[in-house]
């Protein structure tokens, strides 16, 4: 079974629109990170968020009227995917396509109001109108509604590993003829609460920028967003073996077991590109160690010092940019890296035939998967 | 590890071990047991504070019992409930099948460890330092149970964590019983698994559609839900080669069948179409007529709406015929593991040919003729089951479980 990339749409602190955000990306920008505050009253936390701009041209729709603003960014990114791959017949998708979300944090926002009202005023404070819009579920619930798909829908919760593995549960779906396409949706909202966990976690830097490889790792950004994969069996961009994903129980074991999963995926093309999801944390240094290794003549890019880290939406991210990077043969400048590393940064003048995207996850989950240009887009 | 789509289609689907843990007890024995006997595990919350919910009660795993004879591991004082209960079950189906390996795993769950996430908000809001902090955190995300588990137990598979609300369990049987059918996996490990957590229990306090009485699916005075928690895993194999390897094979997973009802966030259309187009996809999936069911574990969580609509598209489906039973009754909705740990009544129901009850039944809704197994247990010959499990945001599967001739 061929499974190809048909369709592509994301919302990212850079903006929204494949083209638009690429050449930005193309340009070095970055985003601009803002404070996050929090009624309780303590510090506030630097984010990368959506700019308003980014939604316009989200669709109307009841089930958004008092949806959180992950099922917003999703069902932007996810119309956006379908659009960019020319399907619009809303009855005939309905029977074709399944819909796959993958999510970290779900919608933290409304959940953390929900509890709060419990936590200040009691049990008998909280909202029923919150409490549906705090299940993992909810944004995939909106968007299917706003889809009209009324058959296959499911919902993947895990780390930043989670978007890869969502792609690999498309292909477990695709491999039965009953679909044509699946729609993958990567999705996050950035919410105090978080900034404040990751902070406790030791894994937040206090401001940006997201500087990856550096040694001691500095620590990472959070941002929000949503990415959209429209996948099908023919399209624009191949992807190949997809891993079936694994864990690290200490960090101590990371480079061991990327590793292994990098070795699994089996050769590629040479020369080969890698997005990694370096971040600025721990994980950086266990990626470059085993990329370093299994491909030593890869060149790395990670576009998180430009997005932020969008754990649930990140995974997705990186399938699009390396899809972008095999349409156009081009990858962006590595922004904030040290100057000087043991792999090959992008250049203006490289061609790629063969991407490798690699999620490692800050709690515990890895995941892998390889792409390639289709012989039309290949010069 | 099966890496690229194969082209072996329809293989056939064997369960060949499962482990339970839930309020009518731990492992298999004790469950049965319960099921039998009719057991109301719905008792007084104790571990948060009710006293400003309507509903006081709920199905619960009690912690004590939750270690006993657990496989040493580091740091497990940090785990959370949920963790501890996946890591029984698992305990239990790869203690029945020592030489199960699995490729892949795909669990179902809706909150995981949810409550080590409350505590941190309450520290957070209470402007507290505390200690226990970094362990919540990362022991909070939905996830990490079952990665717990895998660890616990050395199996490095991949993993997916279905979270689909109430529909997650038989989500994730459903989507690892196609993996397996369809020649992706030789093996996989799956089920569900959720712990009780004050945000959840008030959550459906607030909508009213928990209950501050007795848990009354399908009765005409049904006024709600009361909430539960466990953990059900089953170990799926294809089924020539676990023959071939001498497993013993508990039953067979035949179809399997989902749909998206888009009619609201929390309720199911009234129409039941949502429910009865799960139903017959998983019956078209396993090649069998709704005549051949003989006995239909319902979602029936006991709220005015799910049950209604569940009703009309069983009758509409099966008529009157088919016995039907909500487990819920006796134990609570264990939500992203109700659909695992039904799947594993079934099983039992399978094994030692009886069906499991309904208690707390009076009487149907005034124009529902259902078949309800009320209040007490019976012995009846069972080849073919369904097993609904329906969820916010309108996602509905069944699946249908048979007994291996033989």
């Not at chain 1, 603003?69 to 379908?82: C, D, E, P």
């Not at chain 1, 904030?336 to 991407?355: E, G, K, N």
């Not at chain 2, 009544?345 to 069906?355: D, G, R, S, T």
Request: proline share 6%; aromatic share 6%.
């Amino acid at each position: 079974m061929s499974l190809e990339i048909v369709g592509l749409g994301w919302v990212t602190p850079l903006g929204s629109g494949i083209c638009e955000v690429w050449q930005r990306l193309l340009a070095g920008e970055e985003a601009t990170a803002e404070p996050i505050s929090d009624t309780t009253g303590q510090k506030p936390y630097p984010v990368f968020r959506i700019p308003h701009m980014a939604l316009q041209d989200l669709p109307g729709h009841a089930r958004l009227r008092r949806a959180s603003a992950i099922s917003r960014f999703a069902a932007a990114a996810g119309v956006s995917a379908l659009h960019d791959a020319g399907l619009t017949n809303e009855e005939q998708l309905a029977k074709q396509i399944a819909l796959v979300f993958a999510i970290a944090n779900g919608g933290v926002i409304y959940t953390k109001r929900f509890y709060h009202d419990i936590v200040a005023s009691g049990a008998d404070a909280a909202s029923p109108l919150l409490f549906p819009e705090t299940v993992f579920n909810a944004a995939a619930s909106h968007l299917a509604a706003i889809l009209g798909i009324t058959g296959v829908s499911y919902t993947l919760v895990g780390d930043g590993a989670v978007g890869l593995s969502a792609i690999r549960m498309a292909e477990d779906l695709l491999s039965k003829d009953e679909l044509d396409y699946c729609l993958v949706v990567g999705a996050e909202e950035a919410d105090w609460l978080l900034c404040d966990a990751y902070r406790k976690w030791r894994l937040l830097r206090s401001a940006p920028p997201i500087e990856p490889f550096h040694k001691p790792a500095k620590g990472t950004i959070l941002s929000e967003g949503a990415g959209a994969v429209l996948l099908g069996r023919k399209g624009f961009v191949k992807i190949g073996t997809i891993h079936p994903g694994t864990y690290y129980s200490t960090r101590r074991e990371l480079t061991e077991v990327l590793k292994g999963v990098l070795e699994e995926l089996g050769p590629g093309g040479d020369p080969s590109a890698v997005i990694s999801s370096a971040n600025g944390t721990f994980i950086d240094s266990a990626e470059v160690s085993s990329i370093s290794k299994v491909l030593p003549g890869a060149t790395i890019y990670t576009p998180k010092p430009a997005f932020g880290e969008g754990v649930g939406a990140g995974g997705v991210w990186q399938v699009i940019v390396g899809a972008q990077a095999l349409r156009s043969n081009k990858l962006p400048p590595l922004l904030h890296a040290p100057a000087s590393l043991p792999f090959r940064i992008p250049t203006s003048s490289a061609i790629f035939s063969d991407v490798v995207i690699l999620s490692c996850g800050l709690n515990q989950q890895v995941a892998a998967l390889r792409m390639s240009a289709l012989p039309a887009q290949t010069n | 590890m099966t890496f690229a789509a194969s082209n072996i289609k329809n293989r056939r689907v064997a369960v060949v071990a499962a482990g339970v843990v839930s309020p009518l007890g731990f492992g298999l024995s004790q469950t049965a047991d319960s099921l039998r006997r009719a057991r109301d595990c719905v008792t007084p919350v104790t571990r948060f504070s009710v006293a400003r919910c309507r509903c006081k009660t709920a199905g619960q795993v009690p912690d004590e019992r939750l270690v006993e004879n657990q496989p040493k591991m580091k740091h497990s004082h940090r785990l959370h409930r949920a963790s501890h209960m996946v890591i029984r079950a698992l305990q239990e189906a790869l203690d029945q099948d020592r030489r199960f390996k699995p490729d892949f795993a795909v669990i179902g769950t809706t909150s995981g460890g949810m409550s080590f996430g409350e505590d941190y908000y309450r520290a957070v809001y209470r402007h507290a330092t505390v200690r226990n902090v970094p362990a919540w955190i990362a022991n909070y995300p939905p996830q990490k149970p079952i990665v717990d588990a895998l660890k616990l137990f050395g199996i490095r598979s991949g993993c997916q964590v279905i979270a689909n609300a109430c529909a997650s369990g038989t989500n994730a049987i459903g989507h690892a019983f196609e993996c397996v059918q369809s020649g992706r996996y030789d093996r996989v490990l799956t089920g569900g698994y959720d712990a009780l957590s004050e945000l959840v229990f008030v959550g459906f306090d607030s909508l009213q559609a928990s209950t501050p009485e007795k848990c009354r699916p399908f009765d005409r005075q049904r006024t709600g839900m009361v909430l539960g928690e466990g953990a059900g895993i089953l170990a799926l194999e294809e089924l020539n080669s676990a023959l071939a390897r001498g497993a013993r094979i508990l039953a067979e997973i035949r179809g399997y069948g989902i749909s998206t009802d888009n009619h609201h966030l929390t309720q199911p259309n009234p129409s039941g179409v949502g429910a009865r187009a799960a139903m017959e996809q998983a019956l078209q999936s396993a090649r069998l007529e709704p005549l051949a069911v003989d006995y239909i574990n319902a979602h029936g969580t006991a709220t005015p709406f799910n049950d209604a609509a569940e009703a009309k598209a069983i009758s509409d489906l099966f008529g009157s015929r088919v016995p039907v039973s909500s487990t819920k009754s006796m134990m609570g909705h264990s939500l992203g593991a109700a659909g695992a740990i039904e799947a594993i009544f079934c099983i039992l129901a399978l094994q030692k040919q009886f069906l499991p009850p309904n208690i707390n039944f009076g009487m149907c809704d005034q124009d529902v003729d259902l078949n309800i197994v009320a209040n007490q247990s019976y012995s009846a010959p069972v080849r073919t089951i369904v097993s609904n499990s329906f969820g916010f945001g309108g996602t509905n599967a069944s699946i249908v479980i048979q007994q291996m001739p033989g």
